[in-house]
């Protein structure tokens, strides 16, 4: 056990399936230059929701990189899923010789918010419209929550520890924790992540019960957290899947270490109550710089959870204060979601790897949308901003009271 | 009632199970295993149960075990004729 | 220095009575529970019984507006975690509530519920364009799997790592695993953990039908869970729900708690073979099973015995056998296995923190529950699966083992004395 406790657990791929981009690449490219994806919903069946904009992802088409027979038995979800792990692998150079020698030695992590919405409807429309006889086989395996974690897990032949956090939004950083334990424990990869796909018809009914949903029908004034004119935020689908890998692993195979998961922490302080998530993300934050050995002033830029709701965004501004002191008003803070919504747990997910991009390139990426702040917080707005940064803070809160905390490091961050 | 086709079957694999199979190569790979062909167990209960909607009729259980084209046609066929 | 993690209080809603006595009542006695589905009109599915819980929510603590507000599978959650919580002696008030956390478990969570209004806003399947002015402004809590966690977070104030785990039917392992772990790892010093069900609706049984791996024999239904058993065809669908209080042993000794055991070690593994697919070589479940004793720092033959997973489909049947056998060596033959889906029926997400309960009363009673209905021997299944009369037995380490849709396999340790 104490040798595996001296594991660090590196990410080592990048996997992203998100509305402003469906390669690393070109995700990039759109947070950096802060261009924004959100936009009127076009999916059939949603035309008269009062919710009118989300993120939706429409650069992507399935048959092109998932084979049909994974396709027919899977919800849109886990075609993301799938398709973000293989970008994410490819990324780590993890390929099928890694595991099939050592089977065990890699498993699958994924946090899940939304399930199988799509599939789940039309199934339910066989059985009310026609009769239980034709509900399909494949309704059993892919509306439920684990269906991403174990069709990667299939699909690539990873046997290691599979697991799944279905979870509210702060489930995708408490996923990547559980990946980063696993690896600490002993298994030499995890491919980790979230993918969502929330915005077939009923499901978006489901989410009009959230009174922190944003129906307004300007794209891009439906989702701007910090200002005077939040009014709650925009739902979003895709996501990404990372390599967390050990890293005397990775650099036994010659992979590169593109950052470090090094702490974390969650707390819960109950549904929508959001004044009292300033202590609960507080605490998380206090918890997750400790599990890290860092310092407050070591933070050189905050990936905020920006939820759009003027009682919550005062609550993290305050927790960030609270927190890292005075340099809580120095610190860079950010958004990068504002242009792509929020994709549930992957919405975490993906501000992870846009943190671990934003690194590597020495460049903060901005807060699409939003032009200035009512709150005491250095926020990137207009412009990507150049830094040097090795140390990032990534934050996420949930509608049902989850706080969570993720501390990441460069990959040059000495040893120490 | 007539009978299921080649080509019925190669269509069903495709929609019930995402196998892709032109009916003259199927007819070549009569004989082969359908987990050969890419037919796990819930692709065949998937085409038993199309079929079964299809035709108004229930397949016998056996159905879903066949391993083989042929014998799921044969199979199928003679249920198929006997209820017609 | 590892801390270790006892487990101090339980609680349970199951199919056959409600609470801990008459769980253990019913599982000492080899009753069935399952019989005809009341909960709904089951005409024209190929499987029409359940083992049902008679459970009146407001008998058991909760008020209406709980009522109201929580959907089946998470009032199951709220009255067994109730029982855990009283059961353990805790006066969570006085706790520090940042150390306390909640790990619970569901394979398909609020799906009764938005089945339920799927019908009203789609007018009985009939638009895809559901009509959303006839939805509940509750829905959200049946669409986000983490309502359960955070219900049983809220009534009792728990603030610490909050988790919902949906890995299919080894969810509640899982959770109970993933307490473990925050505990054992010292993210908190108590975990309310377990897991919860209620998938005896429409859909789910008929996406069960749809792939027949529920049992048709509804003209028996007391006799139609047949774990290992030759005649077996298909599990029968359970609900319910299960809560276990893990506090770390020292926390629980200074307070002078009762420690029922200690849970000493979880392992799980993916078969990546088949979504519902089981080999019958069991070498995934083969392996948790020797990662968790590694974990308990247990031989093979310190097992006393095996709850199993024996939901009663021939290819589970098969595989698990094969894995104890694997994982055990010769001494498998030697150790009682029996699997309690015989009375309860298979809870999906539930029952494995219900069949973790039967193992921690297993090891307070001193006693190995039977597997209800085993008559004919399986040639394939040849272990002792203790048919349908309890059984005596001194139980010091116990073996809890699932399998999930989506190739998960886990195993969790329940150890007496580690002395």
Known sequence: MSAAHERRAAITGIGVVAPNGTSTDTFWKATQEGLSALDRITREGCEHLPLKVAGEVRDFEPAAVIE???????????????????LALDDARLGKADSETAPYSIGVVTAAGSGGGEFGQRELQRLWGKGSRFVGPYQSIAWFYAASTGQISIRRGFKGPCSVVAADEAGGLDALAHAARAVKRGTDAIVAGSTEAPLAPYSMVCQLGYEELSTVAEPDRAYRPFTDAACGFVPAEGGAMVVVEADDAARARGAEVRGFVAGHAATFTGASRWAESREGLAQAVRAALDDAGCAPEEVDVVFADALGVPEADRAEALAIADVLGAHGRRVPVTAPKTGTGRGYCAAPVLDTAAAVLAMEHGLIPPTPNVHDTVHDLDLVTGRARPAELRTALVLSRGLMGSNSALVLRHAATDRA | MSPITVEELAGLMKQAAGVSVAPQDLQQQYDSGFDALGIDSLGLLGIVGELENRHGTSMPPDAERCKTPRQFLDLVNSTLMAGA | ?????????????????????????????????????????????????????????????????????????????????????RDSGLDLAAENSWRVGVSLGSAVGGTTRLEHDYVLVSHGGQRWDVDHERADTQLHRAFSPSTLASAMAERFGAQGPVQTVSTGCTSGLDAVGYAFHTVEEGRADICIAGASDSPISPITMACFDAIKATSPNNDDPAHASRPF?????????????????????????????????????????????????????????ARAIEVALDHSRLDPTAIDYVNAHGSGTRQNDRHETAAVKRALGQHAYDTPMSSIKSMVGHSLGAIGAIEVVACVLALAEQAVPPTANYEIPDPECDLDYVPRVARERRLNSVLSVGSGFGGFQSAVILTRSRE
């Open chain 1, 68 to 86: 049909e027979r994974f396709l027919v038995q899977t919800d849109r979800f886990t075609h993301y899923a799938m398709a973000a792990a293989d």
């Open chain 3, 1 to 85: 220095m590892t801390r270790r993690v006892a487990v101090t209080g339980i609680g349970i809603v199951a199919p056959g009575g409600i609470g801990a006595r008459a769980f253990w009542d019913l599982l000492s006695s080899g009753r069935t529970a399952t019989r005809g589905i009341t909960l709904f009109d089951p005409v024209g599915l190929r499987s029409r019984i359940a083992a049902e819980c008679d459970f009146d929510p407001a008998a058991y603590g909760l008020d209406a507006e709980q009522v109201e507000r929580a959907d089946r599978y998470i009032q199951f959650a709220l009255v067994a975690g109730d029982e855990a919580v």
């Open chain 3, 229 to 285: 058993d030759n005649n077996r065809d298909g599990f029968v669908m359970g609900e319910g729900g299960a809560v276990l209080v893990l506090e770390e042993l020292e926390h629980a000794r200074a307070r002078g708690a009762h420690v029922y055991c200690e849970l000493s070690g979880y392992a799980t593994y993916g078969n990546a073979y088949h979504m519902t697919g089981l080999t019958s070589e069991g070498l995934e479940m």
